[in-house]
Nanobody
Framework: QVQLVESGGGLVQPGGSLRLSCAAS????????IGWFRQAPGKEREGVSC????????YYADSVKGRFTISRDNAKNMAYLQINSLKPEDTAVYYC?????????????????WGQGTQVTVSS
């Protein structure tokens, strides 16, 4: 049974940082792209970042470029999202997802496996 578990969310002031983690079990992340998505109340789920398995290429939504950094540790079967310079509009539930072999996709429908999400709230 495949399971993804996110952690690291919390309440942070604007300008602060968080490091989100995604722990995988039941599959080997080496072979799959890993995506991070977020969903704010009343909004659709949007792609934030992705890292491929083929060559480690990374992709970011324009709204987070320069502030977010995605990484993976295949030896630990983990993925991470370092989020810096947080803004109130970054407030959302953040999800990691996987299941696409090799390359990335910004479409949630392409991903087979999802975590339960971790809440990030940016507020003073």
């Amino acid at each position: 049974q495949v399971q993804l578990v996110e952690s690291g969310g919390g309440l942070v002031q604007p300008g602060g940082s968080l490091r989100l983690s995604c722990a995988a079990s039941g599959l080997t992340l080496d072979f799959y792209a890993i995506g991070w998505f977020r969903q704010a109340p009343g909004k659709e789920r949007e792609g934030v970042s992705c890292i491929s398995s083929s060559d480690g290429s990374t992709y970011y939504a324009d709204s987070v470029k320069g502030r977010f950094t995605i990484s993976r540790d295949n030896a630990k079967n983990m993925a991470y999202l370092q989020i810096n310079s947080l803004k109130p509009e970054d407030t959302a539930v953040y999800y990691c997802a996987t299941g696409i072999p090799l390359g990335c996709s910004g479409s949630p429908a392409e991903y087979d496996y999802w975590g339960q999400g971790t809440q990030v709230t940016v507020s003073s």
